[in-house]
């Protein structure tokens, strides 16, 4: 009986380690997918600027190239984010805890 007792207590312990590291892993998540989105909001600004300054063209295309990697990078940030929070309400499913409805926004 004793040795059920431990192995249970270090389930328990084990899941609640996984649960804070996957809420400590959205909380990085999101604020990369932040970043990101800050960073595309900035490189937009900037092209409207060198359209209405009618800088060259080049400047305009370099500018554009880089909004193309800003917007994979949101992307790619959104798609982890978003797998994230699906396996940390699997998890919380899979286990049977609680109201999952804090995890679904």
Known sequence: MNELTNT???LQATIEMVEMNLKNARVLAETAFGMAKF??????GELRTAEALC???QTKRNIQEREAVALDELIAARSTMNDIRRTHINLK???GMGD???LAQ
């Open 8 to 10: 249970n207590k270090g």
């Open 39 to 44: 960073n595309l909001e900035s490189i937009e």
């Open 55 to 57: 800088l060259c063209d």
């Open 93 to 95: 499913s899979s286990i």
């Open 100 to 102: 999952f409805s804090a």
